[in-house]
């Protein structure tokens, strides 16, 4: 049984940083970070798969990093320079894929992950 549990969500002003935790439970493959907005349909942010290669939608090139600690059974998402934008619930998610341009793609729609948390709200002043 895999078990997603977020944390690290909170309140900032725009141009602060948050780094976000999700606790990963009995899995160590592809992972990634989603958001849901109000009104707003889900949307992927980051990915990494089982080695380590990592995706980001655009909007948070150069802004946002996920990591993993297999050790600790921690995938992170630090997010820096956050604008209003990035206010949103962000879900961590796990799921199985024997390649990883399918763990990546995962990215798009997040449809085939088998695995997700409870979320963590994200809300930015500007």
């Known amino acids: 049984q895999v078990e997603l549990v977020e944390f690290g969500g909170g309140s900032v002003q725009a141009g602060g940083s948050l780094r976000l935790s999700c606790s990963v439970k009995g899995y160590t493959g592809c992972m990634g970070w989603f958001r849901q907005a109000p009104g707003k349909e889900r949307e992927g942010v980051a990915i990494?798969?089982?080695?380590?290669?990592?995706s980001y939608i655009d909007s948070v090139k150069g802004r946002f990093t996920i990591s993993k600690d297999n050790a600790e059974n921690t995938l992170y998402l630090q997010m820096n320079s956050l604008k209003a934008e990035d206010t949103a619930m962000y879900y961590c998610?796990?799921?199985?894929?024997?390649?990883?341009?399918?763990?990546?793609?995962?990215?798009?729609?997040?449809?085939?992950?088998?695995?997700w948390g409870k979320g963590t709200q994200v809300t930015i002043s500007s």
């Open positions: 998610a796990a799921g199985s894929f024997s390649t990883s341009s399918s763990c990546t793609s995962q990215l798009r729609s997040g449809t085939g992950m088998d695995y």
């Open positions: 990494i798969d089982g080695v380590g290669i990592t």
